[in-house]
């Protein structure tokens, strides 16, 4: 019964749950106000966990960079150009490039176009990606439709999406690739 309960719950929208549970209005709405840290509405399935979210996410300590948040871009950025990557800041991409099934570069909003040495790296959702940047002929149509399918749940976390031709190695977490039987 109490599995039963948790998942009736976890698929809840917030505004039923916070009905159900709290009587005062002014607990209603602090719990409201955690519920919506995760960016969705009150009335999203789901969105009653983001009441518990928040401060679970908080109970360790939030750890935050000197000088903010974008200072985790700027080391990222400044890692990537130490290893020879190139980062153009406040250029706007108007299309991803692909040549025989692999993109090969970006073209950008001034027309200038710009070839990739080994990758090219989308920080952006697969769906912008795929289905705004990438001419519809260079994909299969059949992938294009799973890719219209992702739901863009509005959270703000970190995600990563990765086309990948085999799958990565960790070395050091100790996988070397020899264990594999793909």
């Not at 989308?122 to 705004?132: Q, V, Y």
């Amino acid at each position: 019964e109490s599995v039963a309960e948790m998942l009736r719950v976890a698929t809840m929208p917030a505004r039923r749950y916070l009905a159900e549970v709290f009587e005062s209005p002014e607990m209603q709405a602090v719990a409201a106000f955690f519920a919506m840290q995760t960016k969705g509405t009150l009335d999203d399935p789901g969105s009653a966990l983001g009441m518990v979210e928040l401060p679970w996410s908080h109970s360790g300590g939030v750890h935050r960079p000197r000088g903010g948040m974008g200072k985790v871009s700027a080391a990222i950025a400044r890692a990537f150009e130490s290893e020879g990557g190139q980062v153009s800041r406040g250029a706007r991409v108007d299309a991803i490039l692909v040549e025989r099934g692999r993109a090969i570069g970006v073209r950008l909003a001034n027309g200038e176009s710009v070839r990739a040495r080994k990758a090219v790296v989308a920080a952006i959702s697969p769906i912008r990606t795929f289905l705004t940047l990438i001419d519809p002929n260079a994909l299969d149509s059949s992938f294009r439709r799973r890719v219209k399918q992702i739901q863009n749940d509005n959270t703000n976390v970190i995600k990563g999406y990765f086309a990948l031709e085999e799958p990565p190695v960790f070395s050091s977490s100790g996988d070397d690739g020899n264990e594999r039987r793909w």
